[in-house]
């Protein structure tokens, strides 16, 4: 339903229900816990300028919530100073009215942030399509979730906050399905396996994660892979995470033996030639990013229900690494 905002604006209306994790909350707390590019005090002056409905009846910031219970938002207005469109490439796979998907290329970054204020996901989104949604603030529209700058694959981002949130309640509840393509250099004594570890911060470097036992950072994370193809020293992976930790397939991996191929943090190296694949003095290199690719993506329409999937190639940078590998390291 359309209505209008706090500050006179004419805007959609945003439905949630309240779940078990929330039951007894205060309604501005709640709140604050889904739309976390907005103050608690931005909310509760929504709130009591009657932009919030419970059960189709206005109520207080400290109203104390029920398990089902419906809440009816028009979010007040946020500063419009997002990213600069940008006329970036975009391989687009798939849109409609509610979302779209992507395949990110694996030198872009998502959204600006220090030193990257340019060239982003977000700039090329902007430039592409008119309208996304605001849930994740003015530098992160129609942000879902995020991959590595390095990462290439599929992304999915919402048009609309209602498609936002309730996208973002199937990656928190873990029911998408996500599979990587991983190249990685080293040895595995399984064809399959569950790696879990759980993941907390490095002790000393702030960059990486770091498989940590009882640390207040730590979290339980599980990873499983399956060997899609064996060469001498190298492998290709089949990735498909169980959970959704910073940095998780990249120090899981690690972990066992084989880190993904040209993983600077994890496994000391940024690139490789033929050469290092063939034996010979070829220089060219093949690849110089992370050999980390988000092929599959499987999840519900957050507006028809229906089962939907997204599927993208292998990148051809990574694809150049295989051929190698299969002509000069068969195992």
Not at 41 to 59: C, F, H, S
Not at 123 to 128: G, V
Not at 282 to 307: F, S
């Amino acid at each position: 339903m359309t209505s209008k905002s706090p500050d006179g604006h004419s805007s959609e209306a945003v439905e949630l229900i309240v779940g078990e994790e929330h039951i007894d909350s205060r309604l501005d707390a709640f709140l604050a816990t889904q739309f976390p590019s907005y103050s608690r005090v931005k909310l509760r002056q929504a709130i009591n300028a009657g932009g919030v409905q419970v059960g189709g009846k206005r109520t207080k910031a400290s109203y104390r919530l029920k398990v089902g219970q419906s809440i009816s938002i028009v979010l007040p207005e946020l500063p419009k100073d997002g990213p600069a469109p940008e006329d970036i490439p975009l391989d687009v796979l798939y849109e409609d009215d509610h979302l779209i998907a992507v395949n990110k290329s694996p030198d872009m970054v998502v959204h600006p942030a220090k030193g990257h204020w340019s060239g982003t996901l977000t700039s090329a989104l902007a430039f592409r399509f008119g309208q996304l949604s605001s849930v994740g603030g003015p530098s992160r529209p129609g942000i879902v979730h995020r991959l590595d700058r390095e990462t290439s694959g599929v992304m999915v981002v919402a048009k609309t906050d209602q498609a936002h949130l309730r996208l973002a309640a199937q990656f928190e509840a873990r029911t998408t399905e996500k599979e990587y393509a991983a190249i990685v250099i080293g040895s595995l004594d399984r064809d399959r396996d569950i790696i879990e570890q759980p993941i907390g911060a490095h002790p000393y470097h702030r960059e990486r994660k770091a498989i940590r036992a009882d640390h207040s950072t730590s979290r339980d994370a599980k990873t499983f892979y399956e060997v899609v193809e064996r060469f001498r020293g190298f492998a290709l992976l089949k990735v498909v995470p169980k959970t959704g930790r910073t940095h998780q397939i990249r120090v899981h991996l690690a972990h066992v033996g084989a880190a993904v191929l040209c993983d600077r943090l994890y496994g000391g190296r940024s690139q490789i030639t033929l050469g290092e694949i063939s034996g010979d003095d070829e220089d060219n290199i093949l690849l110089n990013r992370q050999a980390l690719h988000a092929r599959r993506l499987a999840l519900t329409h957050p507006i028809t229900g229906e089962a939907i999937e997204f599927v993208a190639p292998l990148r051809s940078d990574m694809e150049s690494v295989v051929d190698a590998l299969r002509t000069h390291r068969s195992a």
